[in-house]
Each structure stands twice: as structure tokens, then as C-alpha cells.
């Protein structure tokens, strides 16, 4: 092996002047742009990082603002069925106070009515009467008179009615 020492200096000189320049002119640009693409996915990691925490913020008032607008909701809905609840209970009442009213007002017809009837019987029962009375008779007898004397006699009747009798 036949090594020539001036060039083996000679490409080890080449060799380090190539190192050199690429140094100088490849290696540092390339380091740069290196640095830079790393900086820049730093960046954008710290980015994703700081959207992913704003959309879990985001996500959580959402879920709090679900639970209010439920919750509100079921307020409502609760205080909806109390309000129906009252308005059947004020118009149940409305119909037990008007049924009461219609069954007041009837029986204080029903009364009207047993006293009129009283009286026309009781009207009817002294012409009867005054009539039996003037047939039996055979005469012409003042009919006002007589009507009286009987009506007079009816209501002795109906107060020796109501009163107790003694008993014997």
C-alpha cells in the first residue's frame, strides 16, 4: 500500500474547509430553520392546549346553564301545576257556593210555594165552607162576614194543632 502523505493532508484539508463551509453555510440555516419548526410546534401545541382548555370552560357553562335552564323549567312546570291546582280548587268552590245559592233560592221557592198553596187552600176551604153553610141554610148570608168567621175558625184549628195538647 502506497499511501501518499500529501494527499491524505490534502483531502483532510478539503475534508475540514468542506466542513467548514457547510458549517457556516448549511449547518447553521439548517439548525435554524430546525429551531424554528420546533419552536413553532411548541407554539401551536401551547395553542391546542390553551383552545382544549377554553372548550372544557365552555363545555362546563354549558352543562351549568343545562342544569339551570332544567331546573328552572321544573320550577316552572311545578308552579304551573300549584296554580292549576288552585284554579280547579277556586272553581270547585265557585260551583259548591253557586250549588249552594241555587239550593237556598229553590227551597225558599219550594217554602213560597207550600205557603201559597196554604193559602189557596185555605181560601178555597172557607168558600166551601160559606157555601155549605148558605145551602144548608137555605139563605143568602153575608158571604165576607162568614168568610171571616171561618177563616177565623181554621186558624183556631191550625193553632190547636201546633200546640201541644195535654195528655190524658
Not at 439548517?30 to 419548526?37: A, F, G, H
Not at 352543562?63 to 321544573?74: G, I, P, S
Request: no cysteine; charged share 30%.
Amino acid at each position: 500500500m502506497n499511501l501518499d502523505l500529501q494527499q491524505i493532508l490534502t483531502q483532510i484539508l478539503g475534508f475540514l474547509l468542506l466542513l467548514g463551509l457547510m458549517r457556516k453555510f448549511a449547518w447553521k440555516p439548517l439548525l435554524s430553520v430546525l429551531d424554528e419548526r420546533r419552536e413553532k410546534i411548541v407554539h401551536d401545541l401551547e395553542q391546542i392546549e390553551r383552545r382544549q382548555h377554553e372548550v372544557d370552560q365552555l363545555r362546563e357553562a354549558y352543562r351549568l346553564k343545562m342544569a339551570e335552564a332544567h331546573n328552572q323549567a321544573q320550577i316552572t312546570l311545578h308552579q304551573a301545576v300549584l296554580d292549576g291546582a288552585q284554579q280547579v280548587k277556586q272553581m270547585l268552590d265557585e260551583a259548591r257556593r253557586q250549588a249552594q245559592q241555587v239550593l237556598e233560592k229553590s227551597q225558599r221557592d219550594v217554602a213560597q210555594e207550600v205557603m201559597n198553596g196554604r193559602m189557596r187552600l185555605r181560601n178555597e176551604i172557607a168558600e166551601i165552607a160559606v157555601l155549605s153553610a148558605g145551602r144548608i141554610l137555605q139563605q143568602e148570608i153575608d158571604a165576607s162576614r162568614n168568610q171571616t168567621l171561618v177563616l177565623t175558625s181554621i186558624d183556631q184549628i191550625e193553632l190547636s194543632k201546633k200546640s201541644p195538647r195535654p195528655a190524658s
